[in-house]
């Protein structure tokens, strides 16, 4: 099937449309994001009151958009494979365990940045 793409303004404003769908959706159904987005919500919050430098306060505020991304791009992981099947296999696994990966080592990082810049 054969469609016309969009382009321009219009295709902008799809595209904006589209994404603010998707951040609702995961706000709405999953779990996992409503957790994070909050406590990124407390350290962004956090970030703009503690008195470093900017540099320092541009890492704390980046972190804290990088939990996010990640999550959602662990979501949209989760999604597609469900998608295929939601029968057991061990590549579904193995695509699942790594986007959970993923948003462990960005966890970690977040944390060993914050504690590196604020002490």
């Known amino acids: 099937m054969f469609f016309e793409k969009k ?4 295709h902008f404003g ?3 449309k589209n994404s603010l769908t998707g951040l ?4 709405l159904t999953e779990c996992s994001f409503r ?3 909050i406590f990124s919500g407390l350290l962004l919050v956090a970030a703009l009151y503690v008195d470093v430098t900017k540099i320092e306060r541009l890492f704390l505020v980046a972190s804290c958009f990088l939990l996010l991304v990640v999550e959602l791009l662990n979501t949209a992981i989760e999604s597609a494979v469900d ?3 939601l029968e057991l ?3 579904s696994k193995r695509a699942k365990d790594i986007g959970g990966a993923a948003q462990l080592v ?5 944390v060993t940045l914050w ?3 604020l002490l």
């Open 7 to 10: 382009k321009g303004i219009r």
């Open 14 to 16: 799809d595209s904006i």
């Open 24 to 27: 609702l959706n995961a706000l």
């Open 35 to 37: 957790q994070i987005f």
């Open 83 to 85: 998608r295929i099947s």
């Open 89 to 91: 296999h061990p590549l």
């Open 106 to 110: 960005t966890v970690v990082m977040t």
């Open 115 to 117: 504690t590196m810049i």
